[in-house]
């Protein structure tokens, strides 16, 4: 039995843009959606006689007879639409009462309301766009930055596609050949040249290890970049995370000890979300809460990108901070406006007053200058997701296997079979190999409407 999330048969409906602007855009998408729609709006012609890509001004009525609104209806006929079906936008005031009234009448005459990501799935099983495309749709809504929003359009665009139906293609060509030599075993020849595949192979492993090492970048341009604030009490870390985020987010006071468990905010600096997270002191202690305070400064210094590491000028001494070379860590003397002499500060360490706003600009810099945006800049394909990642991890796990085949000179039908596990795991990222609990997964995280 079909799932029901996977009904394709049925017209849909539901609003398209948020509640609260000036206008409303409600969306009626199916086999049913021109037929559906006449019986709502009246204007100078009938939707049914009106081509498609065009647009109609007029009004939606009720069943007394009486006018709900003043809208204006966009028809797209299919295939030409976002779904590939016949699909009517009615654009209308942007009250809640009008737009819950003309869904309602939609549904009285037949709509079903579509659930999240309902509008996109179809286009996917349309053929309208694959899956990483309709994955981008989502990230593009969800996108709070510009780097962030970079990457997902050209995702949505189709860059990204292109780069796996490349792979795709000449793999597909290799495993035909190792094949068509099934057929002619008894005559012992080769049809696909083990010198040329060596060099695919040794193609297509640069491409995906380019990719998978992506992740880190895109991972953080799509979640934002996590930054630690750690240090002794009473170093300045909640004034640090307030001046940064420029909001009262974390209690300050002069007491040691104030800030017992983690605080997070986050802001955008030259269009990259940082995510800040003020911890407890790091000192000993007898009081168990403070303690777990501690322990909990520990975890988030172990899952932390970046580590700001504050002392203060009247003592500039940093203790020791367990961090791996994957982590950016970056000394930070703060209260220099209380400071008489500075002579004997670390000279690699940077120079604040949080409380005075001195050295932040210096200090937003280098946590810009640590993102390196410069693949974005050459428009090269970065891996945001962790779905994808994992793709590309289990293909390059089985190219592994190929070299290994090849190595020993197993048979042309193991050795095809190794490569088809490659098609595998990257038609998983496009969609050409899929399940429904994967579809279902992923379509159920987008917002109604989408």
């Known amino acids: 039995m079909t799932p029901e999330y996977l009904d394709t048969t049925t017209t849909i409906v539901a609003p398209t843009t948020a509640p609260g602007g000036a206008v409303m855009v409600i969306r009626l998408s199916g086999s049913r959606a021109i037929e559906i729609a006449d019986t709502l709006f009246r204007g100078r012609k009938r939707l049914c006689d009106a081509e498609g890509y065009t647009l109609h001004y007029g009004h939606i009525i009720d069943s007394q007879e009486r ?28 009250s809640e009462y009008i737009t819950t009234e003309i869904v309602r009448l939609c549904i009285e ?14 286009a996917f099983l349309a053929g309208k766009m694959d899956l990483s495309r309709a994955e981008a749709v989502a990230d593009i809504i969800a996108a709070d930055s510009r780097w962030s929003h970079n990457v997902a359009s050209t995702q949505m665009r189709g860059a990204y596609s292109a780069k796996f139906r490349e792979l795709r293609d000449e793999l597909l060509h290799l495993c035909s050949l190792l094949e068509l030599e099934l057929d002619f075993s008894e005559e012992d020849v080769e049809f696909a040249d083990r010198s040329t595949l060596r060099s695919l192979l040794d193609k297509v492993e640069n491409q995906i290890t380019s990719l998978t090492s992506s992740f880190t970048l895109g991972n953080a341009l799509k979640n934002g970049v996590t930054v630690a604030i750690v ?13 940064l985020v420029e909001d009262d987010r974390a209690m300050v006071s002069d007491i040691a000890g104030t800030t017992r468990d983690s605080i997070e905010a986050t802001t955008v600096i030259d269009g990259i979300r940082y995510r800040f997270i003020d911890t407890a002191g790091i000192h000993t202690t007898d009081d168990k809460l403070e303690q777990m305070g501690i322990e909990r400064t520990h975890r988030m210094i172990a899952n932390a990108s970046i580590i ?7 003592d500039p001494t940093f203790d020791s901070v367990a961090y791996d070379d994957k ?48 693949k974005l800049d050459a428009g090269s394909v970065v891996v945001t997701n962790m779905r994808h990642y994992a793709a590309l991890s289990q293909a390059l796990a089985a190219l592994s296997d190929a070299r290994r085949a090849m190595n020993v000179n197993m048979s042309g039908d193991l050795l095809s079979e190794d490569l088809r596990r490659i098609l595998h795991h990257i038609g998983e990222i496009t969609g050409e190999i899929t399940s429904d609990d994967i579809l279902h997964t992923i379509f159920s995280r987008f917002c109604i409407g989408k």
């Open 109 to 122: 005459r037949g709509a079903t309301m579509a659930t999240a990501g309902e509008f996109t799935r179809r």
């Open 327 to 374: 982590q950016h860590y970056i000394r930070v003397v703060n209260k220099i406006d209380y400071a008489t002499d500075i002579t004997d500060i670390d000279s690699d360490a940077l120079l604040i007053s949080a409380r005075m706003g001195t050295g932040l600009d210096a200090l937003r810099q280098r946590l810009r200058d640590i993102v390196d945006t410069s």
């Open 308 to 314: 700001l590491h504050l002392a203060t000028a009247d």
């Open 67 to 94: 006018i709900v609104d003043d809208v204006v209806v966009a028809l797209f006929r299919a295939p030409h639409s976002y779904t590939g079906d016949d699909t009517v936008e009615i654009t209308t005031h942007g």
């Open 231 to 243: 240090g002794k009490p009473n170093v300045g870390k909640s004034t640090l995370l307030n001046a």
